[in-house]
Structure formats: structure tokens, C-alpha cells
């Protein structure tokens, strides 16, 4: 199994949020696949590439943003002759403005919207990419000078970025996140399968290929070759996914929880969460829980 990296990100607890600005991507430079807790904003200046986001393929072009949400598990493939340059924008969800009572928006809806239509791509009309652009730079300005105020500047800045993405998605309906653009469609409907059924027995690799009429061969080659990963790799990735959500959602055992995800031996369930998340069921439940209720404190 090809070992995920586990995304590190700085320990600032005022200011959860980290920014990669304008880095140029290459197949030997971008992180296998991975999933982590922050939500996630990428944004394409040139280059191409394939981007696979939970079980959906997209194009990268110019001008694309891809619109994350936490604990979803994805993974860049750039183009080795045209290399991707991008901005990522990772930050927790409680830096995200709170409105006056009555007011239904909020700007967390354009990554409900991407999690509920598992959409996760929004190609930025060109009249608005120098605004968007700015924005992004004025985010790395304030986090490299560090001046007075730069945590606010920051947290500003972000929900300026997020009203005008929002805004457009709502706006007109050729603006609407983009579904799935590439691949072949018996790959995306073994996908569509697998995220279904990911707790279930993983079905061998005939079976699948039988039920997507093509050899086993092809199967695991276009396979890997369009999502980075191979069927088992993605496999476990989406039951840690799962996995994480059931221990911050639900009262139940880590036993319990292990057998849910498909995981009859509880220590290989712990050695695989520990690769994906760099700690321990037990530990991420504690640290989780400690980390929303030190937030739920300091705003009252």
C-alpha cells in the first residue's frame, strides 16, 4: 500500500489556517492521497492535471476551483509536461463569520452544497478571477508580514473569498459546481459502488471487473492511473473517512466502530488510522472533542 503523507499544517490555535500560495505542482511534488480535518479551497492558475475528489474525476485548468470539504479524500495527478500552479487555502470552519439571527446564509453552504451533490468543481468566469486572485494574495500578504491585526485581516479576507464564490454558484445556473468531467463511465460507476459500499466486504477484483466488463488488467491500470490510488488503497481511505466521523458523531466503541467500517481485526484498524491521521482513534476522539470545546468557551 502506497503510505499517505499526512498533511502538516502550522499549530497557530487563533488562527487555524494555512495557505500554499502560487506553488507549482509536479507529479513527483504533490501528496498522495490524503484526507484531514480542514476544509479545503484550490485554486488553478495554469497547468493541467486530473483532480480526484471522493469519488468524482475532474479536468485542472485555469481558472478552476475545487471546493473541499473536510475529511473528504482526494488527490492531484499534474500533468508532468504542463505542471499545475495553485493556491490551497486550508482552514477550520470556526473562522467562518456568524450573521444576525433570521439570516438563513451562511458561508459554509458552498461546501454543503459540494458534499450533498458531491459537485466539487466551480470554473471561475475570467472577468471575476483578478478579484478572487487578489484576495488569495492578500491572505499569504497578511500571514508572511504578521502585522497588527493580521489574524482578523485574515479572517476577513476568507469570508469576503467565500460570500463571492457563494454568490456566484447562486447567481445563474451556468455557474453551478461542475460534475464529474472526465473518465470513463464503467470507472465512474465502480466508483459510485465502492463509495457505496466501502463498509462492505471489499469485492475482489474479478468481481468488479466483471461488473465493469473490462479485464482485470485495465481495471487496476486505469484505475490507478486516474485516481493516484490503487482499489484497496481507496477502499481503506473512505473507511478512515467514515471512521473519523462516526467517532466525533456517535457515542459508539472504538470495536464497534472498526466493525462498522468493515475492520474485523481492531489492531490493523489502528494501524491504519494512525498512517491516515497520524494518531490513534482514541487520541483523535479526545483531542477533536477537547479542541470544539475550547472553542465553544472561548465564544461564550
Not at 499517505?4 to 499549530?11: A, E
Not at 471489499?202 to 486516474?226: D, E, M, N
Request: glycine share 4%; hydrophobic share 40%.
Amino acid at each position: 500500500m502506497q503510505k499517505p503523507l499526512i498533511k502538516n499544517f502550522i499549530n497557530d490555535h487563533l488562527l487555524p489556517l494555512d495557505i500554499v500560495f502560487k506553488d507549482i505542482k509536479t507529479p513527483n511534488r504533490e501528496l498522495p492521497e490524503h484526507l484531514h480535518d480542514r476544509f479545503e479551497l484550490v485554486y488553478i492558475y495554469s497547468g493541467n492535471g486530473t483532480f480526484f475528489l471522493n469519488q468524482m474525476l475532474y479536468e485542472m485548468n485555469e481558472g478552476d476551483l475545487f471546493i473541499i470539504p473536510g475529511n473528504t479524500v482526494h488527490q492531484a495527478l499534474p500533468d508532468s509536461e504542463f505542471p499545475i500552479t495553485a493556491t490551497a487555502v486550508y482552514f477550520d470552519p470556526q473562522l467562518i463569520g456568524h450573521y444576525a439571527a433570521g439570516d438563513s446564509f451562511t458561508n459554509m453552504q458552498v461546501f454543503e452544497r459540494a458534499r450533498k451533490y458531491k459537485n466539487y468543481k466551480l470554473v471561475v468566469p475570467a472577468a471575476i478571477r483578478p478579484q478572487l486572485e487578489e484576495t488569495l494574495k492578500q491572505i499569504h500578504e497578511e500571514l508572511e508580514r504578521h502585522e497588527a491585526g493580521f489574524r482578523y485581516a485574515v479572517q476577513l479576507h476568507l469570508n469576503s473569498l467565500l460570500i463571492s464564490i457563494n454568490r456566484l454558484i447562486l447567481k445563474e445556473s451556468h455557474h453551478q459546481l461542475v460534475a464529474s468531467d472526465i473518465g470513463p463511465p464503467w470507472l465512474l460507476n465502480i466508483l459510485q459502488h465502492l463509495d457505496q459500499f466501502h463498509t462492505e466486504p471489499i469485492a475482489g477484483l474479478s468481481y468488479l471487473a466483471k461488473h465493469a466488463s473490462v479485464s482485470t488488467a485495465h481495471l487496476s491500470r486505469v484505475f490507478k492511473q486516474l485516481t493516484g490510488m490503487n482499489i484497496t488503497d481507496y477502499v481503506n481511505a473512505k473507511r478512515i473517512s467514515t471512521a473519523k466521523e462516526l467517532l466525533l458523531t456517535s457515542d459508539l466503541g472504538i470495536d464497534t466502530i472498526a466493525h462498522n467500517c468493515g475492520y474485523e481485526s481492531l489492531p490493523y484498524f489502528h494501524k491504519l488510522f494512525k498512517k491516515f491521521t497520524g494518531v490513534t482513534p482514541g487520541v483523535y476522539r479526545r483531542k477533536v472533542m477537547n479542541e470544539i470545546s475550547s472553542q465553544l468557551d472561548n465564544k461564550t
